[in-house]
């Protein structure tokens, strides 16, 4: 089982999603972004962590918004999601091609990792 935390993170009514690049695990999926906890970290440290590596994201963390087990035809995740409110951002991007600020209606247009899905229903 592989922990990752990843961020819902609001700029004013609207939310970030990345997609994942080709050549990576779910390549082409758009995703909450955010990456693996590391065993001396906490899900809060992983977090800032893996959002300034791969977006120069800063974030003001909110509060937890869930946690969800999903399992891949390869490999197994808990997933584990926080609220967070958008400071700012280099968006250089490192393990993603793509982002897109969107609204909750607008989510159906974008192939979305399947681990990701349960937390929609939260936001």
């Given at each position: ?35 693996k906890i590391k ?36 490999f197994s995740i ?26 909750k209606v607008d ?17």
């Amino acid at each position: 089982m592989i922990r990752v935390v990843c961020g819902v993170i609001y700029k004013r009514d609207k939310f970030l999603i990345t997609r994942r690049k080709p050549g990576i695990a779910l390549e082409g999926k758009w995703e909450f972004p955010g990456g693996k906890i590391k065993d001396s970290e906490t899900g809060l440290e992983a977090l800032k962590r893996e959002l300034l590596e791969e977006l120069g994201m800063q974030v003001e963390v909110l509060g937890k918004i869930g946690s969800n087990i999903h399992h891949y035809p390869n490999f197994s995740i808990e997933l584990i999601a926080y609220k967070c409110t958008f400071i700012e951002a280099s968006f250089k991007l490192t393990d993603h091609d793509a982002y897109e600020w969107i609204s909750k209606v607008d989510i159906s247009n974008f192939d979305l990792a399947d681990a990701d899905k349960p937390f929609i229903d939260l936001i």
